[in-house]
């Protein structure tokens, strides 16, 4: 027992192996630039696909539901039989996914390509975020915002697929997608023996033993995880269902409403995604230096201001106020994981599974839900109603100090 838990401090004492955190936040950048295509597809499907604002709802609920669905049970099942294979097999499924996208005539062709994009991304998380854990070293926060960085980054180039790429190629430019996948799988092939032989050695993140703890202490401790995370959860709603709207719905918002292009409408986006992978970044930096919680309570919490006035100002003040609002919004999200992560130690992919998981599955229904009421109420209204989100941003303040013991 001394002998694994000498060996489980190496692998935490051990430095921060950045060439692995730096391959593994490329393939996590390509595998959200392959889900990326599916919502700078929107603007071409809708008006090729003749869709409506619902059934692009249901692409976006179709893409990120699955995904969510999957990624705690895969995060479950991998936590008790961690599997580095499963990491290329996922980017396969991708693969398939954005070769139908590609040529899908209708609808529900588009829906089942979405579903295999969705599996992929889900098989990937959970072991892409044990292998963040194992090459973290001390700089948990850091890590985690180096691997975030990449989905978020990948995220971002959705408005830039739009204008680039789906204008002029239409809905057949998908099929450059599967280059991606290709990329990412070339890319596994060398993390997965690093990873394999990291569990060798140390074996999968387990509990920390409890058999000191009286039951009191342990049913009281049991109390504070399940509020922490119901909290969590809250916060991850919050951030989710606005994040959703802004994504998925502003760009129609910006041309109904400020007369701009297809083209001129991504731009905001645009600037609220990339401002997001700098937040992101800085905001595992500064949760290594002043608290998890403090920087959940900053990135929800501190964007509720930003949100509110984003749909009553000029379009001048559009481009300024993304860039803050994305910023500040997308600050907490890694953050969100390393801290879920230490609330439960030793499941560190279903934790991770839970929060990114649950961040999709959150977009979903509210890309389902703001999508029908935008049909019954019209769509300016329902950005204007979103907005209040991130006030709950402010329930943040009832979460429990960080815990910052090593969780192997």
Same mark, same amino acid.
């Not at 907490?332 to 499941?347: D, H, N, R, T």
């Given at each position: ?156 180039? +959705?408005?830039?697929?739009? %204008? $680039?790429? #789906?204008?002029?190629? !239409?809905?057949? &430019?998908?099929?450059? @997608?599967?280059? /991606? =996948? ?81 083209? +001129?409408?991504?731009?905001? %986006? $645009?600037? #609220?995604?990339?401002? !997001?992978?700098? &937040?992101?970044?800085? @905001?595992?930096? /500064? =949760? ?103 006030? /709950? ?16």
């Amino acid at each position: 027992m001394a002998t694994t838990a000498t060996a489980r401090s190496a692998a935490v004492q051990a430095g921060t192996i950045y060439a692995i955190l730096y391959a593994i936040s490329s393939v996590h950048l390509l595998n959200d630039t392959m889900q990326a295509v599916v919502s700078a597809l929107f603007p071409v499907l809708k008006k090729s696909l003749e869709l409506s604002y619902a059934q692009i709802g249901w692409i976006a609920f179709a893409l990120n539901m699955t995904s969510s669905v999957m990624q705690p049970l895969v995060g479950y099942i991998s936590d008790k039989r961690p599997a580095p294979w499963m990491l290329p097999v996922g980017m396969g499924m991708s693969l398939i996914g954005m070769a139908g996208l590609a040529f899908a005539p209708g609808f529900w062709p588009v829906m089942l390509a979405v579903v295999f994009i969705g599996l992929g991304s889900a098989v990937f998380h959970p072991e892409g975020s044990r292998v963040v854990y194992f090459a973290a070293g001390g700089r948990r926060g850091l890590a985690q915002s180096i691997y975030q960085v990449g989905g978020n980054a990948g995220s971002s180039l +959705a408005p830039l697929m739009t %204008i $680039f790429i #789906f204008v002029p190629l !239409g809905q057949p &430019g998908a099929i450059w @997608g599967t280059l /991606l =996948a290709a990329a990412a799988i070339i890319v596994l092939l060398r993390v997965v023996p690093w990873y394999r032989n990291q569990l060798a050695l140390y074996g999968k993140p387990v509990k920390r033993a409890a058999n000191t703890v009286s039951s009191a202490l342990a049913k009281r401790e049991r109390s504070v995880v399940v509020f922490a995370l119901t909290i969590l959860i809250l916060l991850v709603f919050a951030r989710s269902w606005y994040f959703s709207g802004i994504s998925t719905f502003y760009q129609f918002y910006l041309e109904n409403s400020y007369g701009l292009s297809i083209r +001129a409408a991504q731009v905001p %986006i $645009f600037l #609220f995604m990339a401002a !997001g992978v700098l &937040g992101t970044f800085f @905001g595992g930096v /500064l =949760a290594d230096r002043f608290g998890r919680k403090k920087m959940i309570m900053f990135s929800v919490g501190g964007a509720a201001p930003f949100a509110l006035l984003l749909p009553h100002v000029p379009l001048f003040w559009v481009y300024p106020i993304t860039v803050v609002l994305g910023f500040i919004l997308l600050s907490g999200f890694s953050v969100s994981v390393v801290y879920a992560q230490e609330l439960i130690p030793g499941k560190v992919g279903m934790a991770s599974g839970l929060i990114t998981g649950l961040a999709f599955g959150m977009g979903a229904l509210g890309a389902v839900v703001l999508g029908k009421a935008a049909e019954i109420w019209g769509l300016a209204d329902v950005m204007i109603y979103s907005s209040i989100l991130p006030l /709950l941003g402010f329930l943040s303040i009832l979460l429990p100090p960080d815990r910052r013991e090593a969780s192997f």
